[in-house]
């Protein structure tokens, strides 16, 4: 069928409603879902694909999936070919066969029209926890994914519309939290199969032909607007670098280098790392592929479609396999979606925004969290507990914008939500001593980083373990554009636990520890990078900052050039004037 | 019955509906003033007596009841003229407000604001108190701290206070006590303790609630006062009462009380307007559509009850009480079409709002909207002119649609003008099919009000994309909701935290909280009036799965509580489950987090004079005009007839065109219009 024949309201309907469809599957996992990695960081992603399975759209879920959702369902599908039934529901959360971590599991289910294969509605859900060694699917000691808790296979958990109760049962069986992952499983499930209903009606309505028409114009549609706007952008190889952590296991920091090549219409990302490691730092191809393409539309106006159409534009290589960001079996990698995923989105940020600086949009915090898990004192039931606002760092700023405080990684981009403290200590035996934003956390730029927090809580009644993951602990996020990073203690995450005697013990990533009542979880997440020289911030933007404890009185002088008077918080104009002119000669990199 | 005055204030227009002792109805549409409001209020309150015809004083002294509907809490909202508010919170907590649980509404949106904190940060003032989830005083109130906060609001000109702490809820002594420093320190400094906004666990709800309450307050404090003033000096006796959120009507005290339930004031009376319509045909389950120059507020009302929603977010700002779920889209008469890079062609949200208006208003508007199109069809009068003072501007209309739609599409003008009528019909549509399928309901099963100044062109082709047979117009639908104001009760809700599980929780304490919040409730609807045998009360109970973070709602009407009647709620919370997410857990625990109660206050109901049936003839057309029917492969001349001179009992076929005081209805080939009391019913032959 012609471009010219499909008519524009039909096209219209269609694509509103695989938006809508989409949306409606995150509505149920959002208000139905049982993990709190799930529920409150909302770690998620919808998408519908055609029969290729080509990606059609998918929900303004959080950025990790992004890619990963494409090659989880590509070999579903591949593994499943000339076995794929009406009634099927499929699962799967190995990295090895394009799954981002193990604890991200991808329910789908062939939507079927006139006995042939017409959709597949996918959602991918970060559940509670994993089995393994490590409470929550993250282990700092593991050196290959074997230690990771258990592998899913593409396999089937409803065949034929009668669900495989063994196999559920084995899944939620593996591990600790088997109610509220059996909850969560039947969240997606529900969700696939509202899905599929709304996916029946518009068939229903409008003939398979006629869809199918729309879904060839909207991928073109994607394509020609994705085009469009890197044909706008000025040609050139443009570079970028950034830095991974060390991982616990000796690795020294690693380098990220990026290559992107624009041009005319079309760009390359070319990716080059480091040998994999033997820690969970690792990546498979999906996890960089989601964090490629996050980089990318970060310089793309945000109305362009995200589906197959659009990324058609945009080549991809990730390195050698073996390498660090094309890890094969058995890398471990149950960091990978937010490390090195956090450095792959700067490096790439970093290249572009040499092209295109007047969008540029630095570093957020990066992912180090703690974990705690124990039976519950009052139910004796074990629990699983993401300690969430104490990894909520700042945001990074973009051109024309300061940073939002507390969004935690770029991994989740807005979508993870700290959940309310009452809610918190109501379905947990703890309490919380204090969680506000933390002066002097942000970069500081013409457009400073959003603020990071400070947070401590107990275990009220028990004792608990508790495990510290990631990475943040040496490197501020990067900021761009003439702004710095400087290193401070209080732009990295800090942690400590005052014990009950009131010693303070500083905690190390990657490590476990016990707390008991009385002993206090203290936790310091950084604020973002900034955009921009610092000492272009307009003076009474500085001024309101100091005014409302963001900024202090020292480094509105230190670092923006502002001279603030510390009992009436008025600008000494003249002193002012002084430093920023002083200032002018010098490079703004502290 | 005595007469009663609805007045609705919109942005662009205040609309006015008096219903007479003698049941006759009466509307008038004035333009706003938003500076001074009872300018407009004063010409539309001339204009209805000049209908009657009688002196304004007569007019008033047979009035018993002015409900008065108004955005100016929202306005002071959007436009951020509240109230310079400060916030004492718990210390160590003072900015949940501005994190917003770290709630980024688009994430692939790198330039996307937050929206402005309601109160910066140097005014959210921490005292340091602490209660534990059981209620227990774990840090004690430091009271010097509440006096230093004091000291500091008098000194920065603060004029209202939010007061959220932790859990107080559960223990509201530290708030309560903060609450009598604050009134002895600062007199006639507006004060709203969260215990008293809203009880519920979860504190940033709670939080923003109670700031979103003091920052609107005084604003809403001083036009209450505006308008009573203003109706005393017009020796108006009767009573003034205002819409709420809620669908419900209040007292100028109570609503001064909790402004934030005037937020929704306004759209919130379709649902009450859609219901008295219904009536007529015995219908209880309704969708009410009303579609307005810039926006199309869609709410769903089952078994007589329009659905309330909590914790959702006005404009931005989360907002805890409950208010009617209206789902608000951007298709209105003023949306724009635009086709985009990608060769796709859309239409709203953004709207080319009252000016410069559509570009067939002639006020220098270039963008084609929704009303463009309509005029292009010929299903608008072009020769109308508006609020008497705006003629319409045919030419403008097709070189809008011509030039921004149908060149780049290759499509004749008429053709793009239709594309425009169906995609705002299918996104009001999508709108249905968000309060309806996507919450488990089939809106096939609901009876469709389709109202607003241009809801009656759309009215039969929306209800085809939703795929019913008919649709229904009230004669009233320019002023539906200043029409829905008069029908509507006076109404409360109240709500309690409970937190516990329903398989453990005593029945009795259950029944304490029901009594406690029962009894508050009597007290308010006493206090305007309300004789105890007019009031009903519903209960209502926020449930879940252990585990989840949201709840589903039950409610049910007063009775004994028991084991067994809590288990029968429990039964039917499954049954909500599973028509809202397509699956039930019944071997799962629940929990109920918690409980509310609406009071509602019956008041006289309003009945119409019916007009005199006139014997036999079909009714003779005013004119005719040519109309684009794609049924008929283009352009048919049809026949107009003027509304006000239809019989009940009457019918027209279509093709054709009935033409009210402010709006047309489209009888679309294929269809036949009959009026039936108060409502053109529009069906398929």
Known sequence: MSERAIDPVTLAVVNGTLRSVTREMGITLDRTSRSPVLKLARDYSNAVFDAGPRQLMQGEDIPVHLGAIQSSTRAVARYFEGEIHPGDIMYHNSPATGGSHKPDCTALKPVFWDDRLFFWVVNNAHLSDTGGTVPGGYNPLAEDMYAEGFRIPPIKICDRGIMRRDIVDMIVGSVRTTRHTRGDMRAQIGAVELAEKRLHGLLRRYGGDTVQACIEELLRAGERLMRREIAAMPDGVYEGVSWVEDDGHGSGPSRIRCVVEIRGDAMDVRMESRPQLSSYFNCYSAVTASAILLGVITYVDPSVPRNEGAYRAIGMDFGPAGSMLNAVEPAACSMSTTTPFDSIVEAVRDAMSKALPHRAVAGSSHMCFSIWSAPDPRSGEVYVFSAIPGLMGGGGASWGLDGWHCQGTVATSGAMLTGDIELTEHEYPLHTHFYELETDSACPGRWRGGLGGRYAIEPVGHETTMSSIGEGVQFPPPSLVGAASPYDRARVHRRWIVRADGTREDLPSHSLAKLRPGDVYHAFPPGGGAVGDPRERPVEAVRDDVRNGLVSVERAAAEYGVAIDPTTLEVDVEATRRRRSAAAGRPAAA | ?685
């Open chain 2, 1 to 685: 019955m005595r007469a009663r005055i609805g007045i609705d204030v919109g942005g662009t227009f205040t609309d006015f509906v008096l219903v007479d002792g003698a049941g006759r109805l009466f509307e008038a549409k004035v333009v706003s003033t938003p500076g001074d409001p009872a300018r407009s209020i004063g010409e539309g309150l001339e204009a209805l007596a000049a209908q009657l015809p009688a002196p304004l004083a007569e007019l008033l002294a047979s009035v018993d009841l002015v409900v008065h509907g108004s955005t100016v809490a929202l306005n002071a909202l959007i436009e951020q003229r509240g109230a310079r508010t400060a916030l004492l919170t718990t210390a160590g907590f003072r900015d949940s407000l501005e994190i917003r649980l770290a709630w980024k509404e688009k994430r692939y949106d790198w330039r996307y604001p937050p929206p402005p904190v309601l109160v910066p940060r140097h005014l959210r003032l921490p005292i340091r108190e602490r209660i534990t989830k059981e209620g227990e005083v774990h840090t004690p109130l430091v009271e010097e701290d509440v006096h230093a906060a004091a000291r500091e609001i008098r000194r920065l000109g603060v004029e209202s206070i939010a007061v959220c702490f932790l859990w107080s809820f559960r223990n509201p002594a530290h708030e309560r006590r903060v609450g009598e420093i604050l009134a002895a320190e600062l007199p006639g400094v507006y004060v709203s303790l969260s215990v008293d906004v809203l009880p519920e666990i979860r504190e940033y709800d709670r939080t923003s609630t109670t700031v979103v309450n003091a920052y609107v307050g005084p604003i809403l404090r001083r036009y209450v006062e505006a308008i009573e003033t203003y109706f005393a000096a017009l020796g108006y006796r009767g009573a003034v009462r205002y819409q709420q959120s809620n669908a419900g009507i209040a007292s100028g005290a109570e609503i001064v009380k909790k402004a934030v339930c005037a937020l929704g004031s306004g759209p919130a009376a379709a649902p009450p307007a859609g219901l008295f319509h219904s009536r007529r045909f015995a219908q209880d389950d309704i969708l009410t559509v009303d579609m307005g120059g810039t926006s199309c507020d869609v709410c769903l009302v089952r078994r007589g009850q329009p659905d309330l929603a909590k914790g959702v977010d006005v404009h931005r700002y989360r907002i805890g009480v409950p208010m009617i779920d209206v789902n608000t889209v951007g298709a209105g008469g003023g949306s724009i079409a635009f086709v985009d890079e990608g060769g796709i062609l859309h239409v709203g949200p953004r709207s080319a709002g009252a000016r410069p208006g559509p570009a067939g208003y002639g006020l220098g508007g270039v963008e084609p909207t929704v009303t463009d199109a309509d005029i292009v069809l010929g299903y608008v009068d072009a020769s109308r002119t508006l609020g008497g003072r705006i003629g319409l501007r045919p030419d403008l209309a097709r070189r809008a649609v011509h030039e921004r739609v149908a060149a780049p599409l290759a499509l004749a003008d008429e053709v793009a003008a239709l594309a425009i009528f169906k995609i705002v019909n299918n996104n009001m549509a999508r709108a249905i099919h968000e309060v309806s399928v996507e919450r488990g309901y089939d809106p096939r099963d609901f009876a469709l009000y389709v109202a607003g100044g241009c809801g009656p062109v759309h009215a039969w082709m929306l209800a085809r994309e939703i795929g019913v047979e008919r649709v229904f117009v009230p004669r009233v639908a320019p002023a539906f909701c200043a029409f829905g104001e008069v029908v509507s009760d006076v109404r409360h809700d109240y709500s309690r935290s409970v937190a516990g599980r329903m398989d453990t929780i005593d029945p009795a304490r259950l029944g304490r909280l029901f009594a406690e919040m029962e009894e508050e409730g009597s007290r308010a609807l006493g206090a305007e009036g309300i004789a105890p045998a007019r009031v009903e009360v519903t209960r209502r109970y926020d449930i879940r799965y252990v585990g989840q973070i949201y709840e589903c709602v039950v409610t049910t009407p007063r009775g004994p509580l028991t084991a067994q009647s809590l288990r029968e709620i429990v039964e039917r919370f499954h049954g909500v489950h599973q028509s809202l997410y397509a699956y039930a857990e019944r071997d799962n625990l629940c929990e109920l987090i918690n409980v509310g109660v609406s009071v509602t206050g019956k008041l006289a109901p309003v009945d119409l004079a019916e007009r005199r049936a006139e014997g036999g003839g079909p009714p003779a057309p005013i004119g005719a005009r040519p109309v684009y029917f794609e049924e008929r492969g283009g352009t048919v001349d049809s026949p107009v007839y003027a509304g006000d001179r239809l019989r009940p009992g009457q019918v027209i076929d279509g093709p054709a065109v009935v033409e009210e005081k402010a709006t047309s209805i489209v009888a679309f080939p294929g269809t036949r219009l009959r009026l039936d009391g108060a409502t053109y019913v529009l069906a398929a032959v």
